[in-house]
């Protein structure tokens, strides 16, 4: 399992370094933008998603619930931390083709919750996904979520 996890975070962090730079290390240009017919659908993150954030720091792991809803334009998230004082925080982001990226702006309960930072998460299936939270440019640590099918809805609230 380990291992599985370790290569899906290894895989999200190369497409990242992929994307802006060529083999020769010149900038790539941005590719021009499909008609709207032709670009790719959003990614579907609505819906309730648990799983673990694994913490640098600590190497130690966090179970977290991420519940999501919105569109490409306008991602609004909530976490829960369900071993961290039963914190829960809410934010915003943006979902592109089959990622998405979001800040926790805001503390609702609980406490000891470092705010701010960004997650840039991708969608490896449809019910999975892969991420890594930086704070400062620095990587604090990676999840994996899953989404849950309304089986974890009650355990949450």
């Known amino acids: 399992m380990k ?3 370790l290569l899906a975070v290894c895989v999200v962090l190369a497409c990242a370094a992929c994307t802006s730079v060529s083999v020769s290390g010149a900038p790539v240009a941005a590719p021009e ?3 709207a017919h032709e ?11 648990v799983g673990t954030f694994f913490q640098d720091n600590e190497r130690r792991g966090y179970p977290m619930q991420l519940t999501a809803n919105g ?6 998230v909530t976490l829960d931390w369900p071993e961290l004082w039963q914190s829960r925080t809410v934010g915003h982001g943006s979902i592109h ?9 805001r ?4 406490q000891n919750i470092l705010l701010g ?11 999975t996904i892969v991420g890594v939270y930086e704070k400062d440019h620095r990587r604090m640590g990676f999840f994996t979520l899953s989404r849950t099918h309304g089986e ?4 949450a609230r």
């Open 3 to 5: 291992h599985a996890i």
């Open 33 to 35: 933008k499909a008609a």
């Open 39 to 49: 670009q790719e659908p959003v990614a579907n993150l609505q819906g309730r998603w």
């Open 71 to 76: 569109d490409a334009n306008e991602l609004a």
């Open 97 to 105: 083709a089959d990622s998405a990226t979001w800040t926790e702006d």
């Open 107 to 110: 503390l609702v309960r609980g």
């Open 117 to 127: 930072g960004l997650c840039e998460a991708a969608l490896i299936d449809p019910d």
């Open 152 to 155: 974890q809805l009650a355990a």
